[in-house]
């Protein structure tokens, strides 16, 4: 009986320690959850920004770009998948790369050849676990991301697609990311980034007269644009940033729900471990409990043998 109760104070003492790691990962993620939504939030007014500004050229003039036009020389598509550095973020990681190899296995059934890039150690070890090459990866930074690691990500991927090779170049990315709803919510996401399709661009020339204002209605006229030196060049300038402020965007959506997730899971990880520590407990008093009668059975009996001798 001695030694189930050493068994099960020692039980005690490891899972404790295990309830203390887990609950100050759980405040560290939870006071860190608060900039990544900041960051996120106030990245957003600049992106919506360049995204009005990438319309109003498309909008008001009839450019084609190499940004938003499809290749057809290569059948090489780009793959960036955004996952954790580390673990202990619950499922999160896992989403991601299960919606990953949907989006790969999905491709090669349509005759494309995945070009795998990635951000996060989760992936890379992934990835490289299962024998898939990665053209590129970046690590170190999934919950904190950096303005630098998004303007050099913008500028790799733009490079690849912008290359006429077709051995080298992509005709297309594919971002796989999470995007942050909620503290509670968070849900994967599997977009084309490239070529870029411009929302709400009129297509007769009804609705881009309107857009331009001279639609009855005023309240319904856009400002007419004038683009200096011209509409080409703002455009080689604008789509770029855009491209970098959309996938700082995706990685800062990351960021926050990667911390969201660490901290519901760590909340559970800790639960559970109070769970297992009063479940020991009650274990070690039934085995005291038990030793404790038993060693008055003996004495008793030991009493009852002297007294019949």
């Known amino acids: 009986m ?23 990962m759980e405040m560290i993620a939870a006071s860190r959850i608060g900039a990544a939504r900041r960051a996120a939030t106030e990245a957003g007014p600049y992106e919506k920004a360049l995204t009005q500004a990438v319309a109003a050229v ?9 940004l938003t036009e499809e290749r057809e020389d ?8 955004v996952a954790s550095d580390r673990g ?14 949907k989006l790969i296995a999905d491709l090669r059934e349509d005759d494309y050849e995945p070009v795998v890039y990635t951000f996060g150690r989760r992936a890379s070890a992934y990835f490289r676990f299962r024998g898939v090459d990665i053209e590129r990866e970046w690590e170190g930074e999934s919950d904190s991301p950096s303005p630098e690691t998004a303007r050099e990500m913008a500028n790799v991927l733009l490079e690849r697609f912008l290359d006429k090779d077709p051995e080298t170049g992509v005709g297309a990315l594919h971002l ?5 709803k909620t ?18 661009v009129p297509e007769s020339d009804e609705e881009r007269a309107t857009e331009r204002g001279f639609a009855d ?10 683009f200096i030196p ?23 959506q990351s960021a926050a729900s990667e911390l969201a997730s660490r901290q519901r899971a760590m909340h559970t990880a800790t639960d559970n471990a109070n769970e297992l520590i009063t479940k020991y407990t009650r274990l070690a008093n039934s085995a005291r409990q038990a030793e404790i009668t038993q060693e008055i059975t003996e004495i008793v009996g030991g009493a009852d043998a002297l007294n019949a001798s």
């Open 2 to 24: 001695g030694g189930q109760q050493r068994i099960y104070k020692q039980r005690i003492a490891s899972t404790t320690t295990l309830a203390k790691v887990f609950r100050a």
């Open 58 to 66: 498309a909008v008001h003039t009839d450019l084609d770009h190499p």
């Open 74 to 81: 290569t059948n090489r598509v780009a793959v960036l998948v």
């Open 88 to 101: 202990m973020a619950g499922a999160y990681s896992a989403t991601i790369l299960r919606e990953s190899e």
């Open 176 to 180: 796989v990311y999470t995007r942050f």
């Open 183 to 200: 503290v509670m919510s968070q849900v994967p996401e599997v977009r084309q980034m490239l070529p870029l399709t411009v929302v709400d």
């Open 217 to 226: 209605d005023p309240s319904l006229a856009q400002p007419e644009y004038e």
């Open 230 to 252: 011209s509409a080409e060049a703002v455009l080689d300038t604008l789509l770029p940033l855009y491209v970098e402020a959309r996938i700082h965007n995706v990685l800062l």
